[in-house]
């Protein structure tokens, strides 16, 4: 997949689950995938989704990016118009 995105200058995302042990644990690594470690060492980013299932604030964060500096952003979700809307104080 690697290979096609640089040839065809496209970027592919790949979406995992986390292993049932990480979603007891109370933050996200690129440890918490699923399955063996092949995603997380080939994958030039890994970006991770973390907040309590009944809460409505979620934090998006980079638990992996290669030469680029942390990415993390707070979101709110708005179960009636199933929405993300930036929170910008978090």
Known sequence: LKHLAVQENVII???SHI?????????????SLKGNSVIE???D??????GDRN???RVLRSLKARDEE???MAFEFNWETFRFREVTNA
Request: a positive charge.
């Open 55 to 57: 809460a409505k604030a």
């Open 13 to 15: 995302i790949g979406v």
């Open 45 to 50: 980013k890994v970006i991770g989704i973390q």
């Open 41 to 43: 060492q080939k994958a």
């Open 19 to 31: 292993s049932k042990s990480a979603s007891y644990e109370s933050r996200l690594s690129v440890h």
């Open 70 to 72: 942390e990415l993390k």
